[in-house]
Structure formats: structure tokens, C-alpha cells
Nanobody, 127 residues
Framework: VQLQASGGGLVQAGGSLRLSCAAS????????MGWFRQAPGNEREFVAA????????YYADSVKGRFTISRDNAKNTAYLQMNSLKPEDTAVYYC?????????????????????WGQGTQVTVSS
């Protein structure tokens, strides 16, 4: 699966951004997808994910209530709506797909469980 993330930018604290992840190469609804982020000097961390069925959605505690993950199967695109942004949300954001089969629940937040990655999009939140 090829993934193309976009929508990053510079925003003031309290603002909003919507990231998009366009997918190609395989039926969009046949794999689990997630969003991760990585700030300089930090490990890549989980942000949000949804099951291929769309029936289960997961969020990191740090973004719960502020970020919303969604998908449009007709457009083969996943979204991450980010509201009430904080300076600590500054990072490169990546979308990822788990195309080797269903990711077990305990691994959904583990970047190693995803085998296809987009190129990342920079999000910078100024204070």
C-alpha cells in the first residue's frame, strides 16, 4: 500500500488542522490504519487508529477529546482532525497501514505492528 500524508502546517495554539492520508494499491477497507507522530529526539508515538471495519477506534490519552480519526472509503482517504492544538503536538505526523493481517488489540498502539508508512507531514504549533 502506498500512503501519502498531507495537511500539515504552522498553526497557533488553540487552532485546528486536518491531516489527510491518501491510500492506493489495495482495497482501503481491507487493512487497519493508524496515525503516529514523532518529535525531534523522541520516539515515534501512537496518536490514533481504526480497524479495517471502522467499528473500533483508538486514541492516545494525550489527544483524546481533541483529535478525531475518520475515513472515507470512496476516496481511499483517512483523516485526522486536530482541534485545540497545543505546542506539545508539534511533530512530524505519519499515517500507517497494517496490511499483513489484523493487528492484535494489544499491538494497535505499537508502530512496529504497521508495515506500510507514508512520508510524514510536519505540524508545528506555536505558543
Amino acid at each position: 500500500v502506498q500512503l501519502q500524508a498531507s495537511g500539515g502546517g504552522l498553526v497557533q495554539a488553540g487552532g485546528s488542522l486536518r491531516l489527510s492520508c491518501a491510500a492506493s494499491g489495495r482495497t482501503f477497507s481491507s487493512y487497519d490504519m493508524g496515525w503516529f507522530r514523532q518529535a525531534p529526539g523522541n520516539e515515534r508515538e501512537f496518536v490514533a487508529a481504526f480497524r479495517r471495519s471502522g467499528s473500533q477506534i483508538y486514541y492516545a490519552d494525550s489527544v483524546k477529546g481533541r483529535f478525531t480519526i475518520s475515513r472515507d472509503n470512496a476516496k481511499n482517504t483517512a483523516y485526522l482532525q486536530m482541534n485545540s492544538l497545543k505546542p506539545e503536538d508539534t511533530a512530524v505526523y505519519y499515517c500507517a497501514a497494517g496490511t499483513r493481517g489484523r493487528i492484535i488489540t494489544t499491538a494497535v498502539r505499537n508502530p512496529g505492528a504497521y508495515n506500510d508508512w507514508g512520508q510524514g507531514t510536519q505540524v508545528t504549533v506555536s505558543s
